[in-house]
Structures are given as structure tokens and as C-alpha cells.
């Protein structure tokens, strides 16, 4: 079964080691029980139990340090395969426990990226220890602007510095063991990477900011004493380290919706196959079932392309960076996509995802948080952008990447580079995948794809167009919508090439049928712009299409995979 099932877990492709820890975190979080789960969540608990278990499994210690600095222990690595599997886990039972976990990571991206050896080491001992860790970057008034941040370093006469500044909306901050801090140096105006502890008496924790069980910074920093020893960086050096650090983090914020999603199904499907109106089931209502197919469609496909979206992040190089794109998309396009299969399912539901006792009325909340950090989706959006020439008409030779589950660690995660000359990156012919796969609504979302290239040629060839459209980010934004679309159903399909057996000819082409909604959905926003020309306009429509309705294969996903949920797993009380 494609989707986490904590009763039937078995950790595919998992070494026997990484497999027994994420059973031993799906069976701490199933010994709490939904019940403690729930109170603690309303109660606003500080997760020190989930902190507890971390720190006696080693879990972080093993995770989340590079294998450089794990001496001879072959279970330490930072190795993205498994990484993978915690997110899914944690925030299966909770976005709070997967937070305090993506948050460490966030934190430890501009260490694990320093020239600093002293300060790496002493870093893999504070993960020994069951240390979690804070990413110090945004400002109360500047958000995630690097440019205008506030936070200084004076430089002293004997070499050290002193740090006085304030940061904003930092988890972890309360108890975190380093917190990486980006700022300038006072007199040079270049951009500095420095770790302070949160416990020391020049930090001053001001308040926790959101109403959760996470606790979220803001605090100051007043005469705090910084030594050489303490700078992770300085300069482009500095600036690089913020940029790649988040390229590592965000991945993970697809990952959670996944995990969110699928544990909010699984009540969804329970609940509306056991209850009765009307005299029906339901599951019976055409429209119920409309509903369930297209939340389970749209779920499959946010593992999947993540699922290779990962193989990309793990085989990335200097020559090869395709990940910049993939990686952005995990975070923009499977949380937005999480959205959407959590409004399907509550369309169902209804009322029932309020109630307090369910996991639901969590995932409806929580998931929501996920499009709008590590930057938004327009930030992401923006970026990718940069990708479509290339993309669509430059492709790149490149070896075809298998899947990548190997237990080793990604070095060239902490060795990216400058993040400079994106619009330079070429990426292997998207036309490949689709031309391997013969199926109705495939065969219809290559028309729109078409249409969609001569009308990035038509938009082109326009300098009026070209001229207003180029700075018109709203307009930009519905372009990159289809252009994510196209990157996205590649990667579904190399996926399924990859792994047959995890997803029939059945279920990919009931994926491809939400996608040409989507798709046609997106080309009437472009036709619907205020600047956007004649030929656009009639290219726009062109795009709009109706998938293949097949109702055979409608019912044969509903029935096997959609139903075949039900009463299959539910968290202990």
C-alpha cells in the first residue's frame, strides 16, 4: 500500500536500524494515545515527553548529523531517504512533533555548512545529548528580508564581538542548544552566520508568538558576547548558507502535509463509510464518492512525486541541480495539494471535522501552516519561473536517475555552493516520460502542455506583453501554476515507471484526470488577466479540456483503493 498505515508499517527500502526506530516512533506516539494526543494539543503541552524519546532513541543524534562526525557509528548520517520517512511519521500524529524536528534542521543547515570544525563538533555532542536547535533568520518588521536585517555584531578590540538585535517567529528558541543567527557586522555592513545558546543571560526569550504547543520566539539579544569561535560564517558565504540552508529545510514541509493528510483520511473514510442517511451509506452518494476518489488521487500523487522528488535532492550535484526545482514544488505543490484533499474530505465529513476528539479538526488547522513557511508559495513560485525557458525548450543531458533509497549520507547537501545563475540550470527532456506512458488523460494533458509551450512562444513574441507581463507577478503566478503542473505529472510518471507495482495504469490515469482539471482551471485565470493578449486569450482557451470520464475506472479506484481504507487503521485511545 502506498500510503503510511502504522499498523502494516515496514519501512521499505529502510535499512533494518533506520526501520526499527521509525516503528519504535510510530509505537511512542500509539502508547500516548489519541486521547493524551488531543488534550495536549488543546492544553498547549510542551512535547518534553516526545523530546525525552528522542533523546533515549538518539534519534536527532543519529538523523541529523552528518556522517563526518558520527565517528565509527554507521547509523549516523544525514541521509534524506530516511528523513523522509520521521517527517511522514511525526507529522502523521502532529505537526507540533514534526516541527521541533524541522526547526533543528533549519537550525543546523549554517553549522553543518561552516568552515567552524570546532563548533561541528561540538554540535554532534549537543545532538548526543538530545540538543534540538533554532534557525535564528527572520525580524519582526522584515520578515525573511536578509537585506534590512537589524541584528548586529560590533567588533571589539580584542577580536570578539557583541551581538545586540532582536528575531522573530523562531521555534525552538526557548530550549534550543545553539541557535544559528543571521545579521550583519556593524562596521562592514557584510552579512554574518553566529551560534547562540538560548540559555545564556544575554538572551532574552520575550514570548512565544503562536497559540500552540510549539513554542515559537521572539527574543532579543542584548550585549550578548560572540567570540571568533561562535561565527559560522561571514559575507556571501553567510547569505549562501541562509539560501541553501532553507533548500534543505522546505523539503520537508511536503512531507507533513503528506503525513497529515493521509491520518485525516483514514477518519474521514471510517466515519463516512459507517454512517447512514437517507438510508444510505455515505460512501453511497455519487458525489461522496466523487469526493473520496479525488482526495485519494490527489494524495497518491503528493507521495509520489515527493518520492522522487528525493531521488533528485539525494543525487544532486555541482553539475547537476535540478533539484532547485523539484525541491520548491515539494514545498509549494504539496502543501497547496494538501490543502485541497483536506477541504475534499471535509466536504464529506462536514461538522464531524470540528469535534474535538478527532484527529481532523488538528489536520484541518494544521495544514494550512505548511504553504506558508520556509517561504510562501508566491516566494517558491517566483522562483521556479526562472526554470521554464530552459525547461521547456534547453533541455540538458543528463544519466537517468533510479530511485535512490541507499542508506548513505548527502554530502552535497552541506556543500551547495553560491545560489547564484538558476536561470542557467538545464533539466532532462520532460517529453521522455510522457511519451512513455499511453493513456487517455495523458494523452490530453500533452495537448494543453502543447498548447501551453506556443503560448509561452506567442508571449514571447510579444514585446508589449513581454514588456508589462514580465513584471506583473500576479500574472506570472497563474503561468507558473501550469508550468508546476508539467514538472509535476513528469516526476508522477517517472515514479510510476520506476515502481509498477505501487501505483496501475488505473490509478495514474485517474491522477491525470484531477490534472487536466487543474490544468484547464489555471488557463482560464491566464485568460481571465487584465493584461493578457488576444492570442493568449484564444490560446488560453485552447488549453481548457475535459478529461477522458471513464466510470469503470472510477469505481475500480473507489472500490479498491478507497474503500479498501476503510477500518483499516485507527490510533489507540
Known sequence: ??????????????????????????????????????????????????????????????????????????????????????????????????????????????????????????????????????????????????????????????????????????????????????????????????????????????????????????????????????????????????????????????????????????????????????????????????????????LVAMKVFARRACDYMRAASAQDRRYLLYNPLVKMKVTTQGEEVIDLLWDVIAARGFERHNYFEMAARDIRALPKLEGTVHVNMALIIKFIRNYFFNPGTFPEIPRVHEARNDDFLFEQGPTKGLSKIQFHDFNTAYASVDLPNIRIFKQQIEVFKEFLFVSAADPDAVASQSRDIDFLLSMGEIFSLVAYGQLIIEYRNLEPDDISDPLLDQIFDFMVRDLSKFALQLYSKHNSSENQMALSLRMIQKPIVNQERFGQIFDEHVMALKGSYQMRD
Not at 11 to 18: E, Q, R, T, Y
Not at 202 to 213: D, H, K, R, T
Not at 224 to 236: M, R
Open 1 to 298: 500500500m502506498i500510503l503510511l498505515n502504522p499498523r502494516e508499517y515496514t519501512g521499505k527500502h529502510l535499512d533494518p536500524a533506520s526501520r526499527a526506530l521509525m516503528q519504535k516512533t510510530i509505537e511512542f506516539f500509539e502508547s500516548k494515545g489519541k486521547t493524551k494526543l488531543k488534550l495536549d494539543d488543546r492544553d498547549r503541552v510542551w512535547y518534553q515527553d516526545f523530546l525525552d524519546f528522542v533523546q533515549g532513541e538518539r534519534a536527532f543524534a543519529r538523523m541529523l548529523t552528518p556522517a563526518a562526525y558520527g565517528g565509527d557509528d554507521a547509523d549516523v548520517r544525514w541521509d534524506t531517504f530516511r528523513n523522509c520517512a520521521f517527517n511522514e511519521i511525526t507529522a502523521f500524529y502532529g505537526l507540533a512533533y514534526w516541527y521541533t524536528w524541522q526547526v533543528s534542521i533549519l537550525g543546523l543547515g549554517p553549522i553543518w555548512m561552516s568552515g567552524n570544525e570546532e563548533i561541528k563538533g561540538r554540535t554532534a555532542k549537543l545532538l548526543e545529548a538530545g540538543g534540538i536547535f533554532a534557525f535564528g533568520l527572520s525580524e519582526q518588521q522584515h520578515g525573511a528580508d536578509l537585506y534590512s536585517s537589524e541584528m548586529a555584531l560590533a567588533a571589539g578590540e580584542d577580536g570578539s564581538y557583541t551581538a545586540n538585535g532582536s528575531k522573530y517567529y523562531i521555534g525552538n528558541a526557548n530550549q534550543a542548544a545553539l541557535v544559528s543567527t543571521f545579521g550583519k557586522l556593524k562596521e562592514s555592513g557584510d552579512f554574518v552566520f553566529f551560534a547562540a545558546d538560548s540559555q545564556h543571560e544575554s538572551f532574552a526569550l520575550l514570548e512565544n508568538v503562536v497559540n500552540s504547543q510549539s513554542y515559537v520566539a521572539s527574543f532579543a539579544l542584548k550585549d550578548y558576547p560572540i567570540k571568533e569561535q561562535d561565527i559560522l560564517s561571514k559575507g556571501k558565504d553567510a547569505w549562501d548558507a541562509a539560501l541553501n540552508t532553507v533548500n534543505v529545510g522546505k523539503f520537508n514541509l511536503g512531507w507533513a502535509s503528506i503525513g497529515i493528510c493521509t491520518h485525516a483520511f483514514y477518519e474521514a473514510i471510517d466515519h463516512a463509510s459507517n454512517r447512514v442517511l437517507y438510508g444510505k451509506h455515505v460512501t453511497d452518494f455519487p458525489h461522496c464518492k466523487r469526493l473520496f476518489v479525488d482526495a485519494y488521487s490527489r
